[in-house]
């Protein structure tokens, strides 16, 4: 098994970087693109979540992102130190408005749930 | 993210390449802000070359139909193809913006 780890702050401009190890991750292994697109999409999903609603401060605080390789699977672990949120219990978004009532509210979570073969939630 | 702009006639095709995510989201948002506020605007955008697409992005695209919309501007998608189409798919997106097949139907449908 591969396993490649980094830790970034709870800051935007640390982004990319998390989307140059998996472009570097799936070059070293030849990993078909779509399913690198997907890993790719499933992180800024869950990262501008974590970003946006885990703090109720202004400090930096350390996300944790390890992927794993193996064989046929890609695993990818987030650990932050936000406050708790399972969103594999939020509801599913509604896809059905209009574009003048369309929110993305809900859209993150919805693609990661679909494009992801399992999602699980734990608090230690 | 790299954008590319050309003009066929009065209509402007705005190219974009590689990734809409949160990162660049906010980049294409200015840019589309910026071209949408003429009325009577026509603006072509080709994703042929897009690799994939996050919410931060669609969140983008919804306010740029919106605009366009409120504005009296044309606004039209085109070459939404593979992954990127698999995601406008799935969040819903093909039937609520306007989507050619080509740049040449796209350019034709923004008249």
Redo the contacts between chains.
Sequence with gaps: MRTVETTIANR?DD??RV?RIVEDLAGTHHLA??VV??V??AL??V??NILAYAYEDDEIHEIRIRLSLDQEVIEVEVEDDGRPFDPTALAPPD??A???D???GG??M??VR??MSEVTYARP | MDLREDTSGDVTILEIKGRIDSTTAPVLGERLTASLTTPQRRLVLDLRQLEYISSAGFRVLLLAARRAEEAGARFVLCSVTGKVRHLFDLGGFLDLFLISGSREEAITAVH
């Design positions: 935007r982004l990319a989307t693109r779509d697109a997907d790719k999409v800024d999903e990262l501008t896809l059905s209009s574009l003048r369309r929110s993305v859209l993150g919805h693609f679909n494009l």
